[in-house]
Structure formats: C-alpha cells, structure tokens
C-alpha cells in the first residue's frame, strides 16, 4: 500500500493563482482531513471529509475548498491565493473519527 | 475552548540521558489520545493512541502513560536517531476534529 499521497511536493505561486492539491489515499478510509503546518504553530485543521459526498469546515477553512466525490480522493482548492496561505500542507486519512491518522508527506507552498 | 499544550517546546538531551515529555490537555470529553513523530521535512508518523486514563503503550525506547489531564511520552536511554519533534494529538466528543499540541522538539547528542 502506498497510504497517503499528495502532489505537488513543492510550489510556488503568483498572489492571485489558483490551485489543486491533491491528496490520495488507497487504505479505504472514509475520514479525510486537510492541515496546514506554519512554524511554531502546530497543524490547523482546514478541512474535513466523513465519506464520500460528505466535507465540512475546520478551523481554518477561508480562501479554501475541497470536493470529496471518491473515498479515495479528497483535493484542496487554492482560489485567489495570497501570502499567507504559504505554508506547508498535510492531507490525512483514519478509519474513524477516533482512530489514529496516517499522514501524506505534505505540499510545501510559497505564494509570492 | 477545548485546548492541547505541550511542554517544553524544545528539549536537549545527551544520548542516554532518559527525560519525559508532556502533553496537557482541556477538553469536554476526551474519546482519545494520539501521539506522532515528525521528522524533518516529511509528515507527522503515529505512535500511540490512549483511550483511558491509567493506560500504558510501550515501543522500543518510548513508553506513553494517560491521566485524566495530562500524558507523558517517557523516553529511556535516547539515542541520536530518536531526534524529532514530537506531537500530541485529542479527539473529543461529539466533533470528528482532532486538536494538536505545538510540539516538543528533541535533540538527542552523541
């Protein structure tokens, strides 16, 4: 099993692009989640899936979107990026929503 | 508000040296604890997951403990290749979120 992949690893962007990032999972795992990572400031969770069809909001969810119409896949939408969605990206996958998370190797994202 | 604050933010042990790291927490209703490493660079690895409070997890050279505020990540006789930081995560009640601590950084020296 490969687990949780995620692509890009590395992207730089424009103030004002947009962007995909993609996050896959091949575990079946219907709980999906989104984080950013900032230095010193732990991860934030931006967005989250229960299954297929099902997203709702986490804590840090403005100038984001996410579609989840596979068990499998579960991107976030960048619109109208600014400087401070520069950061690094964690996508992360559980059985349940109390079980441990497995983790992808993240998207580091610079808008400039 | 439900909170996760881990202590000390960064730690600098010599190799052997055993030391703990803590994890307090404020939550309505804790259904679990988790703890992670991260290398680096690359995305957060699971340890351990604690249910109850008293409950004990042991790998290697790391030995997770529970009570009803707080967990303890012991680490006996550390070696270089235990340098991480290291994360604590909760899952509580009637939410599907999972809240993170900041993270202790560990240097373990030769």
């Known amino acids: 099993n490969a687990g949780v992949t995620q692509t890009p690893k590395f992207r730089i962007l424009k103030i004002g692009q947009s962007m995909t990032l993609q996050c896959t999972q091949d575990m079946n795992h219907n709980y999906m989640y989104w984080y950013r990572q900032d230095p010193g400031m732990g991860l934030k969770l931006i967005y989250y899936s229960v299954g297929a069809g099902i997203t709702d909001k986490g804590e840090v969810p403005n100038g984001y979107n996410v579609s989840r119409s596979t068990t499998e896949d579960f991107p976030l939408r960048l619109e109208l990026a600014a400087p401070s969605q520069t950061s690094v990206y964690f996508c992360a996958s559980s059985w349940t929503g109390n079980n441990e998370q497995f983790f992808g190797p993240g998207t580091r994202l610079t808008v400039l | 508000e439900d909170q996760v604050t881990q202590s000390p933010e960064a730690l600098r042990l010599q190799e052997g040296e055993s030391s703990s790291l803590n994890c307090s927490y404020t939550?309505?209703?804790?259904?679990?604890l988790f703890w992670y490493r991260q290398d680096p660079g690359k995305g957060p690895e699971f340890l351990f997951t604690l249910y109850s409070a008293g409950e004990e997890k042991e790998k290697e050279r790391l030995k997770a403990t529970l009570t009803k505020k707080e967990s303890f990540l012991h680490i006996t006789a550390p070696k270089p290749e235990d340098s991480a930081t290291y994360l604590c995560a909760v899952s509580t009640s009637g939410t599907y979120k999972y809240i993170f601590g900041t993270g202790t950084r560990l240097k373990v020296l030769a």
């Open positions: 939550v309505s209703g804790l259904r679990g």
